[in-house]
Nanobody, 118 residues
Framework: QVQLEESGGGLVQPGGSLRLSCAASRTIFSFYSMGWYRQAPGKQRELVADITSGGSTNYADSVQGRFTISRDNAKNTVYLQMNSLKPEDTAVYYC????????????WGQGTQVTISS
């Protein structure tokens, strides 16, 4: 079993920044990819960004140029730097660790609330 613990959420004004962290209970290098998803009230969970063990990144169009995903293998931690935040970024953000591509063998964190409001 793998535990993923998110932190860094909170309330920020539009235009502000936040950095989310996801600490894994085992080496993240063992996962094919790590990612951040979000779910807003009344909406489906959606991919925000992910990063493979090789360092390749992928972003949702809505966050491209504003968010940056990164990983620190030594700390078993993945980060999501979020800049120029908008009210529509408000959601619960979840960390995901995918073991095998194309499978449903993955792990989820409990989520951290991000609220963008003036």
């Amino acid at each position: 079993q793998v535990q993923l613990e998110e932190s860094g959420g909170g309330l920020v004004q539009p235009g502000g920044s936040l950095r989310l962290s996801c600490a894994a209970s085992r080496t993240i290098f063992s996962f094919y990819s790590m990612g951040w998803y979000r779910q807003a009230p009344g909406k489906q969970r959606e991919l925000v960004a992910d990063i493979t063990s090789g360092g390749s990144t992928n972003y949702a169009d809505s966050v491209q140029g504003r968010f940056t995903i990164s990983r620190d293998n030594a700390k078993n931690t993945v980060y999501l730097q979020m800049n120029s935040l908008k009210p529509e970024d408000t959601a619960v953000y979840y960390c995901n660790a995918l073991v095998t591509p194309g499978s449903d063998w993955d792990y989820w964190g409990q989520g951290t609330q991000v609220t963008i409001s003036s």
